[in-house]
């Protein structure tokens, strides 16, 4: 039981270019999520899943693509990257709302110069 | 517009006496609190939790505290131990959606 994995966990990028970072759970949660975190921010929520095929936005999503095709996979897409996103990300998942103690995988540090 | 605040940045207390981390909200809607604890390079891991139906949770040497009149909460670790270093997160739930919302986390050194 791996818990929630994300890869890579650091990364380097030139303003423009695109990537995606990867968040798998094998707990069979429903719930799924991505932060960034900041410093002086805490945690700030960008993208979030409730299920397979259903996501919404948290309260950064602006450069941010996600998609939910299986209930293990919650992948996180910068699609032109650009120096302010130069943050750690954090996915997490949890059973449900009802179970809202989420597990957090380990990060990945993305610098973007 | 930071709904969930924690004005201590940063917190220093001697090991066996009490650690108190603070916690504000703005929003009448959350129904569900949470303490998350970050060690350096690591996620953040559930420490404890209360339900807007209770004013105490306790779980050890750490007890939530919810004052919803003043919308403030409070997390108190007992004996605090030199372990205990790390950022404390705040968090909150609101009853509509499975959105859980941050503070800005207080980092707590406790010396030996």
């Known amino acids: 039981n791996a818990g929630v994995t994300q890869t890579p966990k650091f990364q380097v990028l030139k303003t423009g270019q695109s990537m995606t970072l990867q968040c798998a759970q094998d707990m069979n949660h429903e719930y799924m999520s991505w932060y960034r975190q900041d410093p002086g921010m805490g945690l700030r929520l960008i993208h979030y899943?409730?299920?397979?095929?259903?996501?919404d936005q948290g309260e950064v999503p602006n450069g941010y693509n996600v998609s939910r095709s299986t209930t293990e996979d919650f992948p996180l897409r910068l699609l032109s990257a650009a120096p302010s996103q130069t943050s750690v990300y954090f996915c997490a998942s949890s059973y449900s709302r009802g179970y809202a103690e989420a597990f957090f995988g380990q990060g990945t540090r993305l610098t973007v110069v | 517009d930071q709904q969930v605040k924690q004005n201590s940045p940063s917190l220093s207390v001697q090991e066996g006496r009490i650690s108190i981390l603070n916690c504000d909200y703005t929003n009448s809607m959350f129904d569900y609190f949470l303490w998350y604890k970050k060690y350096p390079a690591e996620g953040p891991t559930f420490l404890i939790s209360?339900?807007?139906?209770?004013d105490k949770n306790e779980d050890g040497r750490f007890t939530v505290f919810l004052n919803k009149s003043a919308k403030h909460l409070s997390l108190h670790i007992v004996p605090s131990q030199p372990g205990d270093s790390a950022v404390y997160f705040c968090a909150a739930l609101p009853s509509n959606t499975g959105k859980l919302i941050f503070g800005q986390g207080t980092t707590l050194q406790v010396k030996p």
């Open positions: 899943s409730v299920g397979a095929g259903i996501t």
């Open positions: 209360i339900s807007s139906i209770k």
